[in-house]
Structure formats: C-alpha cells, structure tokens
C-alpha cells in the first residue's frame, strides 16, 4: 500500500479534475470488488484502531490546538469513543455481514428469502469542526465496515486536525479506497457536484440545504446530522442529592464538551418560576466547583463565532436578563460560562441555536407546560428532561418529538452503540452509531429463491371469479377457505 498524504484541493493545489481523478479511483477500486470481502473491511477496521493507538497523542495535540480542548475531554468525547466504536464493529462485523432469513406466508412456499446487506458504493462524507475527529472518522467505521469506498472531507475550519487526518489516514488505510481531501467551502461545493452512491454530513441546517439541493441532482441519498436548540426539563426535585447529580450532568453538558459546541448540548433550560432561582444558585457552584481553572474548558473555534456568540449578549433586552458570567476574552477566543434568566422569545438567542456557553433558562408556571413550549417549536435532536415523574416522562414521550429523549441523565446516549443516533425535522434525518452506521451504509436487499415444482395458475389471466375468490382468500391468509375454493367445495 502507498504511503500517500491525502489531497490539498481548490486554488491550493488540485481543482475539480484532480478532484474527479481521485473519486474516479475510488470507484475503480470499489467496482473492483475489493472493498466488499470480509478480511478487507476487518483489515481497514484494524489499521484505524491501530491509528487510534499509535497517534493518540498526537490527535490529543491538535484538538488541543484547534479548540483548546483539555487532553482528558478530548480522549472522552473523541478518541475514546471512536476506540470503542471500532472495537464494537470489529466484534460484530460478521454478524452484520451475514444474510438475514425472514420468513415468508405460507402460501409462498417452497420459496425462501434473506436480506442480503450490499454496500452502495462510493461515499462522501463531510464532517464538522466541534468534534472534528469523532465526527469524521464515526461515519467512516459504518462506511468501511459496509465495504465502501469512501471520501472523508474534513472542515476546514479545525485545520490542524484536517492536516493530521490527511497525512495520517493514508499511511494507515487503503489510500486506492479511502481518501482524505482538505480544502473549504470551494472545494465542498466541487465535490457535491459529483455523483456519489451516499452523501453523510454533519453540520449546519444553512449548509444541509446546500447538501440535499446538490444531492438531489444525482438522486443521491443524503445523512444529515444537524443539531438544533437542545432542552432540558428541570422538575423539582426533592432530594438535595439528587439535585446536585443533576446539575452536574446539565453543566456538564453545557459546558464541559467543546464549551457548548455540541449539537447534543444543552441550549437552554426550561424550569418553573418557582424553582428557577434554587437552579441557578446550584449551577453557579458547579461551574465554581468544575470550571474555576479554565484550562478545563475548550475556547470558541474562530473570530467569527466568537463575534456571533458577543453579539447575542450585546442585545439590550438580552444583556438585562443576564444572571452569571459573560465575561469575555477576545484575545484568547474564550466565554466564561453565563446564564441568563428569560431573555425574550423573539430574540435570537432563542430563536437559532445557541452553540456556545451561554445559558437561557425559561420560567414556566407549570412544569407540564414544557410540553406545549416545545411542540410550537422546530423538533430538536434530543430532549433532556430531570423528573422522577413516570407520568410526566411518558408524556415528553408521547407528546413530543425529537431525535432522542434522555432522562436525568445527558451526552451519554451518543455513545451506547445499540441505540441509534440522529436527528428529525430540522434537527436532520439518518441514524447511525454501531450497527446503525452499517445499515446506513448498505442496501438491504432481500433475496427470493423458488423452485419449479408448484405453480399457482390463478394468479394469470384468462380471469374468472373463481380466480377472484383464489386471490381473496390468499390475501386475507385464509387458507382453509382457499383450499375449500380451490377444490371446488365453496363458493
């Protein structure tokens, strides 16, 4: 295997012709039938753990540098996660690949049928710049584990990490099959107007439209994981323990993963008038107690999302509301935690995501109210919700609509591999995680096999009605009565 360094694109060095060069060779090799056997996937599968392992600190060290992440949170939210998912896939791998036997009506016999899981071909995938190793190379384990080529275009908005992924990945992986190509906005619109067998990405809904328009051209399926305004019910609670776990997850949720830059944070808090202030008391000494040294929490990505997240707060109406924090540093790319107690609906801090540390919460006269709140509003990737009320948990979830609901608990849920993860609506569409990212990846195609011996001449023409009759009963599975017709002994 070529030890290559994946591809600068756009005005840097490589234009759209470079650029279908090297999907022209993915799909060389794909149609090639390389990519689809067991020991390459499994082989491919092994060399990104082994990438993993040899290049964790070096992973570490540009998350580091492109978001300030702490080492630990980085191993957490990134590399850890991304080891597990890759052992997960080795271990199950087989199973996955093998035919599903599904079982016929009896009047189909003697055929058979399975569902024989096929890759679709070559992919693209376009990931994010929060998690910009996670969110890269997740997709990446369905993709090969499905037996793809596949194209991984990082964002360039973590450039450290992108140039890591470029010259690392091809030193581990099938370079002929799996490509890294780096370049901005120029180059992602080169590659969408390509024909691809799947597009996943990850990132805005401004930039999802942009994907769907492009993918509609080819009729090519579409993953969107997009994200969107994430709450979290607050009820109550009685027991000073449990509140304080509680406030905990909801700070840590918010603020200990990228600083708010998740799609699965926390954007704002809803809690009854009565309860607010005790709330905000006990999130002011968890962000004392885990985020006094800010060296533990991760800086805003760039200039222009830190001018964006200012500009939210410099809103009188929205400046007045605010209850703790909003210090910034210009010069460090950094918000300290900040809360802020019911800035107005209409502004845009409750209107578009928030991504980043600054906190809302909304004061509602009833805790069940929260439902009505959120179903006037776009569905988000998931609910959280704090309550030891059965009754009220089963109506956030059948009253509701989200890509997940979490109880009194947050973040975890992204990584449970027999769970899958995705948005609905406007939060996106498509799942993926485990063996969710393999079917996501494949066609299930069902596979019917039947012999000669027994043919049913009532399903041709010449018609009759007792043709007619034949068929009713067959498609009410009433075979008793099918028989008796068939033999003539009822009408």
């Given at each position: 295997?070529?030890?290559?360094?994946?591809?600068?694109?756009?005005?840097?060095?490589?234009?759209?012709?470079?650029?279908?060069?090297?999907?022209?060779?993915?799909?060389?090799?794909?149609?090639?039938?390389?990519?689809?056997?067991?020991?390459?996937?499994?082989?491919?599968?092994?060399?990104?753990?082994?990438?993993?392992?040899?290049?964790?600190?070096?992973?570490?060290?540009?998350?580091?540098?492109?978001?300030?992440?702490?080492?630990?949170?980085?191993?957490r939210d990134e590399v850890g996660a991304l080891t597990k998912s890759v052992d997960n896939a080795l271990l199950?791998?087989?199973?996955?690949?093998?035919?599903?036997?599904?079982?016929?009506?009896?009047?189909?016999?003697?055929?058979?049928?399975?569902?024989?899981?096929?890759?679709?071909?070559?992919?693209?995938?376009?990931?994010?710049?929060?998690?910009?190793?996670?969110?890269?190379?997740?997709?990446?384990?369905?993709?090969?584990?499905?037996?793809?080529?596949?194209?991984?275009k990082p964002s360039e908005l973590a450039p450290a990490t992108s140039e890591f992924l470029a010259v690392e990945?091809?030193?581990?992986?099938?370079?002929?099959?799996?490509?890294?190509?780096?370049?901005?906005?120029?180059?992602?619109?080169?590659?969408?107007?390509?024909?691809?067998?799947?597009?996943?990405?990850?990132?805005?809904?401004?930039?999802?439209?942009?994907?769907?328009?492009?993918?509609?051209?080819?009729?090519?399926?579409?993953?969107?994981?997009?994200?969107?305004?994430?709450?979290?019910?607050?009820?109550?609670?009685?027991?000073?323990?449990?509140?304080?776990?509680?406030?905990?997850?909801?700070?840590?949720?918010?603020?200990?993963?990228?600083?708010?830059?998740?799609?699965?944070?926390?954007?704002?808090?809803?809690?009854?008038?009565?309860?607010?202030?005790?709330?905000?008391?006990?999130?002011?000494?968890?962000?004392?107690?885990?985020?006094?040294?800010?060296?533990?929490?991760?800086?805003?990505?760039?200039?222009?999302?830190?001018?964006?997240?200012?500009?939210?707060?410099?809103?009188?109406?929205?400046?007045?509301?605010?209850?703790?924090?909003?210090?910034?540093?210009?010069?460090?790319?950094?918000?300290?935690?900040?809360?802020?107690?019911?800035?107005?609906?209409?502004?845009?801090?409750?209107?578009?995501?928030?991504?980043?540390?600054?906190?809302?919460?909304?004061?509602?006269?009833?805790?069940?109210?929260?439902?009505?709140?959120?179903?006037?509003?776009?569905?988000?990737?998931?609910?959280?919700?704090?309550?030891?009320?059965?009754?009220?948990?089963?109506?956030?979830?059948?009253?509701?609509?989200?890509?997940?609901?979490?109880?009194?608990?947050?973040?975890?849920?992204?990584?449970?591999?027999?769970?899958?993860?995705?948005?609905?609506?406007?939060?996106?569409?498509?799942?993926?995680?485990?063996?969710?990212?393999?079917?996501?990846?494949?066609?299930?195609?069902?596979?019917?096999?039947?012999?000669?011996?027994?043919?049913?001449?009532?399903?041709?023409?010449?018609?009759?009605?007792?043709?007619?009759?034949?068929?009713?009963?067959?498609?009410?599975?009433?075979?008793?009565?099918?028989?008796?017709?068939?033999?003539?002994?009822?009408?």
């Amino acid at each position: 295997m070529a030890l290559i360094t994946g591809k600068k694109c756009g005005d840097e060095e490589m234009g759209a012709l470079g650029l279908e060069t090297e999907v022209a060779e993915a799909r060389t090799t794909f149609d090639s039938g390389k990519t689809k056997g067991f020991e390459w996937r499994k082989s491919q599968l092994e060399a990104l753990l082994r990438l993993l392992q040899e290049k964790e600190e070096d992973m570490l060290k540009v998350l580091k540098e492109d978001l300030g992440k702490h080492r630990v949170e980085a191993y957490r939210d990134e590399v850890g996660a991304l080891t597990k998912s890759v052992d997960n896939a080795l271990l199950n791998l087989k199973k996955w690949m093998a035919p599903e036997k599904v079982s016929l009506p009896l009047v189909a016999v003697p055929t058979v049928a399975e569902i024989v899981p096929e890759p679709l071909g070559v992919v693209l995938v376009m990931s994010s710049w929060n998690f910009p190793i996670g969110l890269s190379l997740e997709p990446m384990i369905g993709a090969i584990a499905a037996g793809n080529a596949a194209i991984l275009k990082p964002s360039e908005l973590a450039p450290a990490t992108s140039e890591f992924l470029a010259v690392e990945v091809p030193k581990y992986l099938d370079c002929e099959a799996i490509k890294v190509i780096q370049g901005g906005p120029q180059v992602a619109e080169q590659l969408l107007d390509l024909k691809w067998d799947k597009i996943f990405f990850t990132g805005s809904a401004q930039v999802g439209r942009i994907v769907m328009t492009a993918a509609a051209k080819h009729l090519t399926p579409v993953t969107l994981e997009l994200g969107g305004k994430c709450p979290a019910i607050f009820d109550s609670l009685k027991s000073s323990r449990d509140q304080r776990m509680a406030v905990g997850r909801v700070a840590g949720a918010k603020w200990g993963s990228c600083l708010g830059q998740a799609c699965i944070g926390i954007d704002y808090l809803l809690v009854t008038d009565e309860y607010a202030p005790t709330l905000i008391e006990l999130l002011k000494g968890v962000i004392k107690e885990f985020f006094s040294n800010s060296e533990h929490l991760a800086r805003i990505v760039n200039k222009h999302h830190f001018q964006r997240l200012c500009n939210l707060l410099q809103d009188e109406s929205v400046a007045a509301s605010l209850v703790h924090g909003g210090s910034v540093n210009a010069e460090e790319l950094f918000i300290e935690p900040t809360i802020l107690l019911n800035p107005p609906l209409d502004k845009e801090i409750m209107t578009e995501e928030i991504f980043g540390p600054l906190l809302p919460i909304i004061t509602l006269k009833k805790i069940e109210d929260s439902i009505e709140f959120l179903r006037a509003r776009p569905k988000p990737l998931v609910i959280y919700a704090f309550t030891h009320d059965e009754k009220f948990k089963q109506r956030i979830v059948d009253d509701t609509s989200s890509g997940c609901v979490m109880f009194n608990d947050t973040l975890i849920q992204y990584l449970c591999d027999t769970i899958p993860f995705g948005g609905v609506g406007q939060s996106g569409f498509g799942q993926y995680h485990g063996k969710f990212s393999f079917d996501n990846f494949s066609n299930r195609k069902p596979v019917g096999r039947r012999n000669f011996l027994i043919e049913f001449s009532f399903r041709y023409p010449p018609w009759n009605e007792k043709k007619l009759q034949l068929l009713r009963h067959i498609y009410r599975f009433d075979y008793i009565g099918f028989v008796l017709c068939f033999l003539g002994l009822k009408r």
